[in-house]
T-cell receptor, first 113, second 115 residues
Framework: DSGVTQTPKHLITATGQRVTLRCSPR?????VYWYQQSLDQGLQFLIQ???????AKGNILERFSAQQFPDLHSELNLSSLELGDSALYFC????????????FGNGTRLTVT | AQSVTQPDIHITVSEGASLELRCNYS??????LFWYVQSPGQGLQLLLK??????LVQGIKGFEAEFKRSQSSFNLRKPSVHWSDAAEYFC?????????????FGGGTRLMVKP
């Protein structure tokens, strides 16, 4: 058990809809990361937050947004969903924003129909 | 920009045999290198990491990896594979600058273990 909690485990929704994925980092970790894993793109870095502030941005679509709250949990919002957004979305956390290893949650599997 | 290549998409080994998973990276500075393992339905678990110092690093579950700067490689090894090692393995390179701590992952190698 990595200590990173993601909810929900599974999500099925229709195209055009909006969903929110939630992540609670390990106790004591200040950084939260979001990754998307799909068969054709592999593991893609989306965004990183450190202590409530955005720190790094990857291949995150404009339809997607995230935030980290004062209690350090994070939410990833996906809107105007398309079939191609179907993927596993992982949250990870680390102690700081430097080179500390990432600890991953078990992911949220999103299916867009 | 950094990149990671894992040339082998699938590898099958017999239980008890040795294992080497290949990883090549491209990065302009001294890399931070990681190996993660993903079992079905699970998140990624850190096996080992290289930041600096000794180029042979030991990890959990009997795995080790060797950093070879001249070959831009960070191959993962295990002397004797167990059936429970069947999983997908990801190599990653970290870019740590003032902009954050972004890991770039390779495409993964799926390991199958024959009894």
């Amino acid at each position: 058990d990595s200590g990173v909690t993601q909810t929900p485990k599974h999500l099925i929704t229709a195209t055009g809809q909006r969903v929110t994925l939630r992540c609670s980092p390990r106790s004591g970790d200040l950084s939260v990361y979001w990754y998307q894993q799909s068969l054709d793109q592999g593991l893609q870095f989306l965004i990183q937050y450190y202590n409530g502030e955005e720190r790094a941005k990857g291949n995150i679509l404009e339809r997607f947004s995230a935030q980290q709250f004062p209690d350090l949990h994070s939410e990833l919002n996906l809107s105007s969903l398309e079939l191609g957004d179907s993927a596993l979305y992982f949250c990870a956390s680390s102690v700081d924003s430097l080179n500390s290893p990432l600890h991953f949650g078990n992911g949220t599997r999103l299916t867009v129909t | 920009a950094q990149s990671v290549t894992q040339p082998d998409i699938h590898i099958t080994v017999s239980e008890g045999a040795s294992l080497e998973l290949r990883c090549n990276y491209s990065y302009g500075a001294t890399p931070y290198l990681f190996w993660y393992v993903q079992s079905p339905g699970q998140g990624l678990q850190l096996l080992l990491k290289y930041f600096s110092g000794d180029t042979l690093v030991q990890g959990i579950k009997g795995f080790e990896a060797e950093f070879k700067r001249s070959q831009s490689s960070f191959n993962l090894r295990k002397p004797s594979v167990h059936w429970s090692d069947a999983a997908e393995y990801f190599c990653a390179v970290g870019m740590n600058n003032n902009a954050g701590n972004m890991l770039t992952f390779g495409g993964g190698t799926r390991l199958m273990v024959k009894p």
